[in-house]
Nanobody
Framework: QVQLVESGGALVQPGGSLRLSCAAS????????MGWYRQAPGKQRELIAN???????NYADSVKGRFAISKDNANNTVYLQMNSLKPADTAIYYC????????????WGQGTQVTVSS
């Protein structure tokens, strides 16, 4: 069974940093693209960062230069390092996996809450 479990969300002051983790089971990163999405109150879920099977990354303009996605294939874990956090970053953050061969099936975690407030 495929499972994605996010952790690391917290309340942090503006300008602070957090590192989110997504522990994956039941998938092989070599055939999956991994991504982080977020959904803020009253807004649609948006893609903020992804990393493909060979480590190439992409970022939304809103987080470029502040966030960094990475992965540890040995531990089957994806990370999102978030620096210089702003109140606008407040959202539930979700981990996503998309198979890049065959069915291209997609999986989601349950999310972790990030709140940026003074």
């Amino acid at each position: 069974q495929v499972q994605l479990v996010e952790s690391g969300g917290a309340l942090v002051q503006p300008g602070g940093s957090l590192r989110l983790s997504c522990a994956a089971s039941g998938i092989r990163f070599i055939i999956y693209n991994m991504g982080w999405y977020r959904q803020a109150p009253g807004k649609q879920r948006e893609l903020i960062a992804n990393i493909n099977s060979v480590g190439s990354t992409n970022y939304a303009d809103s987080v470029k230069g502040r966030f960094a996605i990475s992965k540890d294939n040995a531990n089957n874990t994806v990370y999102l390092q978030m620096n210089s956090l702003k109140p606008a970053d407040t959202a539930i953050y979700y981990c996503n996996a998309v198979k890049i061969v065959g069915s291209r099936i997609s999986y989601w975690g349950q999310g972790t809450q990030v709140t940026v407030s003074s």
